[in-house]
């Protein structure tokens, strides 16, 4: 064989052996490559789920907050209405001044009843009932002369 063409194939062997060993690294790097694509395609699955969950409840968060001004306006009608029905209970009542502490025993609409027709002079038929009545701030201790109101609210007939 010509020395020209063994030399020639020499270098090609080697050139070829030395292919073979870039490949066999390539091979290996892109095996890495797969393992690390395949994890980074489980991490991004994983994160989708959870986009997705945060999206639900997300969606839930607004369609709660979209009842909330429905919400604000009945509350703000029911408040109207509590004030409404407040100012309508005070219509009846009475506040009578001057009774002496005690004066009214344990039965204060008794007292009441009784005592109207005497100070007005006025007979009442049917007799006078109340709904309920009852003494104003606490009692005086120190002064058992002291004047206390009376707040009393009137049964309409």
Do not use: Y
Request: glycine residues 8%; contains cysteine.
């Amino acid at each position: 064989m010509d020395p020209a063409k063994s030399t020639t194939i020499e270098c090609i062997l080697q050139e070829v052996m030395t292919v073979g060993r870039r490949l066999k690294g390539m091979d290996s790097n892109i095996s890495a490559l797969t393992a690390e694509t395949k994890s980074i395609g489980m991490d991004i699955a994983g994160f989708q789920n959870r986009v997705t969950g945060l999206e639900q409840r997300i969606t839930a968060v607004e369609n709660h907050l979209k009842g909330i001004p429905e919400r604000d306006h009945e509350l703000l009608f029911l408040h109207s209405k509590v004030i409404d029905l407040q100012d309508r209970s005070r219509r009846d009542s009475v506040r009578f001044f001057g009774f002496l502490e005690n004066s009214e025993g344990s039965d204060t609409k008794g007292f009441l009843r009784n005592t109207i027709p005497v100070i007005t002079g006025l007979t009442f038929d049917p007799p006078l009932e109340f709904q309920w009545a009852h003494r104003l701030g606490p009692k005086q201790q120190d002064s058992p002369i002291w004047p206390h109101p009376i707040n009393a609210c009137f049964l309409r007939h």
